[in-house]
Structure formats: structure tokens, C-alpha cells
């Protein structure tokens, strides 16, 4: 073999070794988010995807559009479009690409190429090095280190989950109160035509002497003060509006969508939930990802006993080209190669860390981790049965109202404008009866609102994603906090 043949075979041959010992096998972040896809379908009953190109991004906005075609946006669709169009959820997701990254750097062998050359500047040689340096407790513990990894993809799939059963159930309620608000107005927009006319009419009477000043005045400030509420609830439902719009991730032209003007009926029944306490156990995203996160906790403690006293070991193997240019009688000069096995060893030992305090550390976080689980389930089991009640007393509200409430004030204000018909009745009881009447029917409206709120809210206490979910946020930031350090 010819001395250059020879100098790259020492130079290439800890390239090639290295290259057949990692895995060429790529962790696909796609495939990760398959799990997150099929476990939302199952809960939401809605698709989801994650943009990642262009042609990805095209597919999304054509579904985005066809859903808005219709102009009237209902609740189904507009979380549909939430779920497709929102750049928070979508943020959300790329921390699975990260968790799969993470895992796959986990998966190569910790073996790096040393590559050295030196030259002599007395006897004129020169000694070109290359080696594998392996970490050998990286070796050692790689197993765990991927147990460990695998546990912080499948977390991140479920933060993944609950982030979007977050965004769901954040739509769906954006989308009951802002078709709350505009029924609101409607409500009062009827109510103000009526009071209109009977201004127009007392200033008509007014005029001929057959009613008072203090009765035209009271038709008249009635009808003011409808306006005034009226203008407010056209606010409030615009304001509405838009808070559905950004949960839509929706801008430009895409927002001249309209919402309905009134909301669903209440259902006949309601359903019973006997078991909601451990319906809600065993179905909470949130409960899921703090088992897990314990439990990832756990094997990461394993992993700080495996390295307690040997902090960084190496070893490295290769081989040692040593080149040496004799001079002789003649003047000429004779180059001569000799190869040697190459052999190093590196370790650290820690002389005042015993690594007693990193275990002490890894103890208390084990700790706090398994006492937030347990307050996860107290709390969880709280939440399910608040959940249930809201719903259950929140439909029988709102019965209330529809079969007994309003027939009656309805019934009241027709005998009061019959008798005032016939003098029988002034007309500050005719006020009266309909200023109660319309407070009557904008209380059986929010009773309404507040029964499909309670039903959105004992899904998200059955599943996970509601509005109690911000303390275990927190929690998983401050667990996270703990596995970084």
C-alpha cells in the first residue's frame, strides 16, 4: 500500500468507523404527530394539522375558506377552523419536533472522531493521530437516556393534546357568547321598536291634553334608556366577535363571517353522569401527562445514581501514523511510516462533589412532582363534580325560565296593554310590566348561555382543556424548570 493511501486510510478510517456506528434512521416529527391528531379526533370530533411547507399551508386555508363559505359560522365549524388555523396551536406543536429531536440525538452512539498532526521541528517528524473518542458512561446510561427521551416525546405529544383541547373549548365558548351578545341586542332592538311607538304615541296623546307631561316623560325615557342599553350590548357583542375571531386565527376578508343571531334550544333531557368522578380520572389529559412526567422523573433519578461519582469517562481508539525523514551520506533524505495502535483515556473524579447533593436535589423534585400529582386528582375530582353540577342545575334554569318565566311576564304585559287599552291601567304600570319583561327574557337568555357554557365546561372537566387547567400549566412549567436543572 502507498504512503498516501496509507495517510488516508488513517485520516478517513475514524470517519468511516464513526458513520457505521450511528443510525441513519431519522425520527420523523410527523409520525409524532399522528398520536396528537388521533387522540383530539377522539375527543373533539374535529381534525387537526400541522403546518409544515407550503403545500400544507394551502391545503389548510382551502378547508379554512370552504368552512367560511356559508357565511353563518356555527359552533362545529368555527372550533374546526380553530383547529386548523390557530398560530398558537401550531406553535404548540413544534415543541413535539423538538421532543423527537431530542430523542433522536439521543439514539447516536456518543462516539466523536479525533483527528491531530504534529510536526518535529528537531528530527524533522511528523505524527498524524485519529481516533473514536466514546464517553463511556454516555454508553452506559444511553438506555436510560432514551427511556428518558421517549418519556419527554410522549409528554410533549400530550401537552400537545391538551393545548389543543384548550383551543377547542376556548372556540366553542367564545362562540356561545358572541352569539349570546348579538341575541342580546336582537332582544332589545324588538323591545326599542315597541317602546318607539309608544313615545311617538304619548307624544301624540300628549299633544291633545289626554296625557300628562309626567307620563309622556316616562314613555320617553323608557325608550332613551333601551338605546343607550341597546348601543352598550352592540359593543359588547362586537367585542365578542372578535375575541372568537383571534381564537380562529382569522384576519382580513376571512372575518366578515357572521355568527347566529339566537342560540340552540335547550335539549329535552340531559344525560347523567353517575360516574363522572372516574370518568374524569381516567380520561384527563392532564392528569395522563403528570403520571408520566413522575414517572420520567423517576427513571431520570436512576439515571443521576448511575452517575454519581464518575461524572465524564472516555475512551478512544485508533491509530497512530508516525512519519520520520532521515538524511543520508549522500545528501538525499529517506521517508519512513510507521504505524501504532492508539489508545486514550480520560476520566473526571470528583473530589469534593460526591454527587450526594445532586441525588438529595433529584429526591425533592421526585417529591414535589408526586404531591402535585395527588393534588391534580383531589382537584380533578372537584372539578368533575362542579362541572356536573353547573350543568345539570344550569338546564333546569333555563327550563325554568322557558316554560314558566316568560309565558308569564308575556302574559302579564298583554293583559297590561288590554287595560290600558281601556283606561284601566296607567302608563307607568304598562312600563313596568314591559321593562320586567324584557329583563325577564334577557335573564332566560343568559340562563341559556350559561347552560351550553356548563355543557362545553363538563366536557373540559371530563377530558381536560377547560379554563381550571391554567394552575396545572404552571405546574408543568415549574416540572419542566426542575428536569432542566
Not at 528537531?122 to 432514551?146: K, P
Not at 375530582?381 to 325554568?400: C, K, L, M, T, V
Request: with cysteine; aromatic share 6%; net charge negative.
Amino acid at each position: 500500500m502507498s504512503p498516501p493511501v496509507l495517510k488516508a486510510a488513517v485520516l478517513f478510517a475514524p470517519l468511516l468507523l464513526a458513520g457505521c456506528l450511528s443510525d441513519d434512521d431519522e425520527f420523523l416529527p410527523q409520525d409524532g404527530f399522528q398520536t396528537v391528531s388521533l387522540r383530539s379526533r377522539s375527543i373533539t370530533g374535529k381534525d387537526t394539522a400541522w403546518v409544515q411547507d407550503r403545500r400544507q399551508a394551502a391545503a389548510v386555508d382551502a378547508k379554512v375558506r370552504a368552512l367560511l363559505a356559508g357565511r353563518t359560522v356555527g359552533a362545529d365549524a368555527a372550533v374546526q377552523v380553530a383547529l386548523l388555523n390557530n398560530k398558537g396551536l401550531q406553535a404548540s406543536y413544534a415543541d413535539i419536533g423538538v421532543a423527537v429531536a431530542d430523542l433522536w440525538q439521543e439514539s447516536l452512539p456518543p462516539m466523536n472522531v479525533r483527528l491531530g498532526m504534529s510536526y518535529g521541528t528537531v528530527d524533522f517528524t511528523r505524527t498524524v493521530e485519529g481516533l473514536v473518542v466514546s464517553n463511556v458512561m454516555a454508553l452506559i446510561t444511553r438506555e436510560r437516556r432514551l427511556d428518558v427521551a421517549t418519556r419527554q416525546v410522549e409528554a410533549a405529544q400530550l401537552e400537545a393534546v391538551l393545548r389543543t383541547l384548550e383551543v377547542a373549548s376556548q372556540t366553542r365558548r367564545a362562540w356561545v357568547e358572541a352569539v349570546a351578545a348579538w341575541e342580546n341586542v336582537s332582544l332589545l332592538n324588538r323591545a326599542k321598536v315597541a317602546a318607539d311607538a309608544a313615545a311617538e304615541l304619548a307624544a301624540g296623546l300628549g299633544g291633545t291634553g289626554a296625557m300628562t307631561k309626567a307620563d309622556q316623560a316616562r314613555e320617553q325615557v323608557f325608550y332613551a334608556e333601551l338605546a343607550g342599553r341597546t348601543a352598550s350590548a352592540r359593543l359588547e357583542a362586537r367585542l365578542a366577535k372578535e375575541r372568537l375571531v383571534r381564537l380562529m386565527g382569522l384576519y382580513g376578508k376571512d372575518i366578515d363571517f357572521e355568527v347566529p343571531n339566537a342560540l340552540p334550544r335547550l335539549p329535552r333531557t340531559v344525560a347523567k353522569r353517575e360516574g363522572i368522578e372516574a370518568e374524569a380520572l381516567r380520561n384527563r389529559v392532564d392528569v395522563q401527562l403528570a403520571k408520566l412526567r413522575l414517572e420520567a422523573l423517576a427513571r431520570s433519578y436512576g439515571l443521576t445514581k448511575a452517575t454519581r461519582f464518575v461524572s465524564d469517562l472516555e475512551l478512544g481508539a485508533g491509530v497512530e501514523a508516525e512519519e520520520e525523514v532521515e538524511e543520508k551520506e549522500d545528501g538525499g533524505k529517506e521517508r519512513k511510516t510507521t504505524f501504532a495502535p492508539a489508545i486514550e483515556a480520560g476520566i473526571t473524579i470528583p473530589i469534593f462533589d460526591s454527587g450526594q447533593a445532586r441525588l438529595r436535589k433529584a429526591e425533592f423534585e421526585y417529591l414535589r412532582a408526586a404531591n402535585l400529582l395527588a393534588e391534580r386528582g383531589v382537584n380533578v375530582r372537584s372539578e368533575a363534580r362542579s362541572a356536573y353540577q353547573a350543568y345539570r342545575s344550569g338546564f333546569d334554569i333555563a327550563r325554568h325560565y322557558q316554560n314558566s318565566v316568560l309565558p308569564l311576564r308575556t302574559t302579564l304585559e298583554k293583559e297590561a296593554v288590554l287595560t290600558y287599552n281601556g283606561m284601566i291601567t296607567s302608563t307607568f304600570e304598562l312600563i313596568t310590566d314591559t321593562r320586567e319583561r324584557i329583563e325577564a327574557n334577557i335573564a332566560a337568555l343568559e340562563a341559556r348561555k350559561n347552560f351550553w357554557l356548563a355543557d362545553e365546561g363538563l366536557t373540559s372537566a371530563v377530558y381536560g382543556g377547560g379554563e381550571g387547567d391554567e394552575a396545572e400549566q404552571a405546574e408543568v412549567e415549574t416540572a419542566e424548570a426542575g428536569d432542566d436543572d
